[in-house]
């Protein structure tokens, strides 16, 4: 029974490649509305040799990663200083939880005109996208230190420093990863959306450039290729977590 | 401290005001006039209809994808052998950005409002399903089990126990679909649409119109602040008899 469970996944999978071919092969539909599983998998092995279209994928990733780690540096310290204050927090938590559920996508086109039409806007964005789960769960996790590890350390003469470095920050330290896996995704979400409104380069342009040369093979070739990349940043955080972080496991995907 | 921090924002929002005395770029407006051209676009029709396409779209989306999630969330959470087979494909494309198969959508379902509706559903599925799942997981046992004792069945078990126990984290989960609903909203009607909030911002951009542009932007960020409140309003009424996360 438990081997059947752990096969289980995978014929989900093997089911829906085959309708998927079924549907390609039946004729009842354009090639372009179902692309047949092995001209996909052609065009994302020519994607994968080919040198243009892994230079797109590394500005997409560079664009991603430079906007994350600007939101990370940014957000940790102002979360924490959150955390610790009670002015900065009572000054800081409406601004952020009250434009939390405002789609900061529609400051894009304000930040072409600030930023330029380049990566300048769309760094800008996933900084901005990114700050607030981390700025949130290191908040979250700062405030909640455990008081009585704090007074331990102040009886024991440890100086404010020390405390942070040796009390506070190994506390927040899993909240703060809790955000940044929550953060990845939302730097390839918006990077990839950037790109498909306004961009010259970039797997979010290359989607649309060739949906609009009718190559639905290609396309769904870089879909995939998105997939990976998506699914291989959050492997990436899992990995460093849990390398850094053993003293503490906190599973959390959401806010 | 309420008075600190309005005196905060009110002095953020002079420092900026100020500024633009001294002559900020065109592409960025004052407080004041934004105020002003918002005010002017809240009597013209062309803002209402907009705002009416855009939800027109992102709510039977959020609507759609939330009724979703809970169900195949509580699903997974409940019953092993759907978790097995379901669950990972899940969690395996939980990172990816649904919005690139929009263009693959537009041609399945037409470039009009069912695939944008759909792409939606498909973003506001993932949250909701994964708080709905760890939800149940959640559920003390003991609560369980002591239900077990007194002779509830099944469904009583999931109706009566892990429904109530997940339930504040299937409204966490709505929170945060609400909030993607927005973002794929915008971003699929920045992508190609012929009404919405999304499309008034590009043509707003194209033609340099900024007075436009801050107030399709405003009426976006109103709109979304105006739908968290909803939600959690409706989390308060609903789950009274629950503590409030803080």
């Known amino acids: ?255 | 401290m309420g008075l600190a921090r309005a005196g905060f924002f009110l002095s953020l929002l002079l420092l900026w005001q100020l500024l633009s005395l001294r002559g900020l770029p065109a592409y960025v407006l004052s407080p004041l006039e934004i105020i002003r051209d918002f005010g002017a676009a809240l009597g013209s029709a062309e803002l209402y209809e907009h705002a009416g396409a855009s939800l027109a779209r992102s709510l039977p989306g959020f609507a759609l994808g939330t009724f979703f999630g809970a169900l195949l969330g509580l699903a997974a959470g409940t019953a092993r052998w759907f978790d097995r087979a379901f669950s990972p494909a899940v969690f395996a494309s939980y990172p990816v950005p649904k919005i690139v198969m929009l263009p693959m959508f537009m041609l399945w379902f037409g470039i009009g409002d069912l695939s944008k509706v759909l792409i939606i559903a498909l973003a506001c599925f993932y949250p909701v399903f994964i708080n709905a799942y760890y939800g149940v997981k959640a559920t003390p046992a003991i609560l369980v089990w002591s239900a077990l004792n007194m002779g509830a069945g099944r469904g009583a078990i999931v109706g009566r126990v892990v429904l109530p126990s997940a339930a504040p984290m299937i409204f966490a989960g709505m929170r945060v679909s609400l909030a993607l609903s927005f973002i794929v909203m915008f971003a699929a009607e920045m992508i190609n649409a012929g009404s919405g909030l999304g499309h008034l911002i590009r043509e707003a951009e194209n033609s340099l119109r900024f007075d436009l542009m801050y107030v399709s932007l405003l009426a976006v960020a109103i709109l979304g602040y105006a739908g968290d409140r909803l939600v959690r309003f409706a989390q308060r009424r609903l789950l009274a008899w629950q503590e409030q996360p803080a």
């Open chain 1, 1 to 255: 029974m438990s081997k059947l469970y752990r096969v289980l996944p995978f014929l989900l999978f093997l089911t829906v490649v085959i309708i998927w071919e079924a549907a390609a092969r039946s004729g009842l539909w354009s090639k372009l509305l179902f692309p047949s599983v092995a001209s996909i998998a052609y065009e994302f092995g020519r994607f994968l040799v080919t040198p243009e279209s892994l230079h797109e994928a590394w500005v997409s990733l560079y664009r991603a990663l430079a906007g994350f780690a600007l939101a990370a540096v940014v957000g940790i310290f102002v979360g924490m200083l959150m955390g610790r204050s009670k002015l900065v927090a009572g000054l800081l938590d409406p601004l952020f939880s009250g434009t939390y559920a405002v789609p900061k996508l529609a400051l894009f086109p304000v930040f072409i005109f600030v930023f330029g039409i380049g990566s300048g806007s769309k760094v800008a964005l996933v900084f901005l996208e990114c700050l607030y789960p981390i700025v949130i769960m290191s908040y979250h996790g700062a405030r909640g230190v455990d008081l009585v590890l704090l007074w331990s350390a102040q009886n024991m003469g440890a100086s404010r420093a020390e405390i942070l470095r040796r009390v506070v920050i190994p506390a927040t330290a899993p909240y703060i990863f809790a955000g940044f896996r929550v953060a990845v995704p939302v730097a390839m979400i918006v990077v990839v959306i950037t790109e498909m409104v306004s961009s010259a380069d970039g797997l979010g342009y290359l989607v649309i450039y060739s949906l609009s040369s009718l190559r639905t093979d290609r396309m769904l070739a870089v879909v995939v290729a998105i997939a990976l990349l998506g699914y291989l940043l959050d492997k990436a955080v899992v990995l460093a977590r849990d390398r850094l972080i053993y003293w503490e496991k906190l599973d959390t995907y959401y806010v």
